[in-house]
Nanobody, 124 residues
Framework: QVRLVESGGGLVQAGGSLRLSCAES????????MGWFRQAPGKEREFVAG????????YYADSVKGRFTISRDNAKKSVYLQMNSLKPEDTAIYSC?????????????????WGQGTQVTVSS
């Protein structure tokens, strides 16, 4: 059974940085694309960033491009989201997810397994 566990959320002031981690267990990690999604209160879940199975391809939402960086360490079966220049509008619950297949996809419907989420709060 695939299990994803996120860590690294917290409270930070605007302009600050956080690094989220997501560890997977249960299957061959390097075969599959990973994504980070977020959901703020009263809003729909939105795609933040994705990375291909090999790590050679990445894709970002326009709202985070240039500020966030997704990476993965297949030996550690982990994916990371480095978030810099954080803004109050980045406040949300951030979840990592994995899909069948190695290609990135921004649609949350394509992702089969999800972590429990970690809260990120950015104060102004």
């Amino acid at each position: 059974q695939v299990r994803l566990v996120e860590s690294g959320g917290g409270l930070v002031q605007a302009g600050g940085s956080l690094r989220l981690s997501c560890a997977e267990s249960g299957r061959t990690f390097s075969f599959y694309a990973m994504g980070w999604f977020r959901q703020a209160p009263g809003k729909e879940r939105e795609f933040v960033a994705g990375i291909s199975g090999s790590g050679g391809g990445t894709y970002y939402a326009d709202s985070v491009k240039g500020r966030f960086t997704i990476s993965r360490d297949n030996a550690k079966k982990s994916v990371y989201l480095q978030m810099n220049s954080l803004k109050p509008e980045d406040t949300a619950i951030y979840s990592c997810a994995t899909k069948r297949g190695s290609q990135i996809d921004p649609s949350y419907l394509r992702y089969a397994y999800w972590g429990q989420g970690t809260q990120v709060t950015v104060s102004s």
